[in-house]
């Protein structure tokens, strides 16, 4: 015996029955109306979703996507770096992704938040509670990890960032910033 996939009667076997429902797996027309009703439902609950997260994307501001952004490449950032410990200590425990330059108002939608070379892997401690992310042994860490030639170059592009002279990141860079971050967290996770 067979049940119906609505209601969960026992309904006979093909086999014994000629009835286009019951052949279909339910056990009379209300039960078929019943299913075909939910799935309906579901399909425009799904179809509602999709049309809501695309008219909430439509009205995000620069900044939205700037911070969805930084999530992203922090993620990377922190996957990247993790087994190379906290660049401000001898911590293994990388839990953040601290910038050098921090990203305060001023650099808000500037490249420099999201440049790699501006941000590495911390431990928790160093990055949120060591006066503005230890920056002191941040630039000796960074210097011991990269060498003095990169730092210059990094500093070079804040100056740079500064006069003006690298515009503000725009919306497309953002999401094109989020669609690299999320194949390069795949890649990562596949080379486990």
Same mark, same amino acid.
């Given at each position: 015996?067979? %049940? =119906?996939?609505?209601?969960?009667?026992?309904?006979? $076997? %093909?086999?014994?029955? +000629?009835?286009? !429902? +019951?052949?279909?797996?339910? =056990?009379? #027309?209300?039960? !078929?109306?019943?299913? %075909?009703?939910?799935?309906?439902?579901? $399909?425009?609950?799904?179809?509602?979703?999709?049309? &809501?997260?695309?008219?909430?994307?439509? #009205?995000?501001?620069?900044?939205? &996507?700037?911070?969805?952004?930084?999530?992203?490449?922090?993620?990377?950032?922190?996957?990247?770096? /993790?087994?190379?410990? =906290? #660049?401000? =200590? +001898?911590?293994?425990? #990388? +839990?953040?992704?601290?910038?050098?330059?921090?990203?305060?108002?001023? !650099? /808000?939608?500037a490249w420099l938040t999201l440049d790699r070379r501006n941000l590495n892997g911390q431990c928790k401690e160093c990055n949120l509670f060591k006066g503005g992310g230890n920056q002191y042994e941040y630039r000796i860490g960074y210097i011991a990890r990269y060498g003095l030639a990169a730092f210059e170059d990094l500093e070079e592009f804040k100056r740079s960032t500064d006069r003006g002279e690298i515009p503000s990141i725009t919306i497309d860079e953002c999401k094109q910033a989020i669609a690299d971050s999320k194949a390069r967290l795949k890649a990562i996770k596949t080379n486990l």
């Open positions: 015996m067979r %049940k =119906c996939r609505q209601c969960r009667e026992p309904i006979p $076997s %093909k086999k014994d029955c +000629t009835d286009p !429902y +019951t052949n279909g797996g339910f =056990c009379d #027309i209300a039960c !078929y109306g019943l299913n %075909k009703a939910k799935k309906d439902r579901e $399909s425009r609950d799904k179809r509602q979703r999709k049309e &809501h997260a695309a008219r909430k994307e439509s #009205i995000k501001t620069l900044q939205q &996507h700037v911070s969805d952004a930084q999530r992203w490449v922090n993620r990377v950032v922190v996957a990247e770096d /993790r087994g190379k410990g =906290c #660049i401000s =200590c +001898t911590s293994l425990n #990388i +839990t953040d992704a601290g910038h050098f330059f921090h990203k305060g108002t001023k !650099y /808000r939608t």
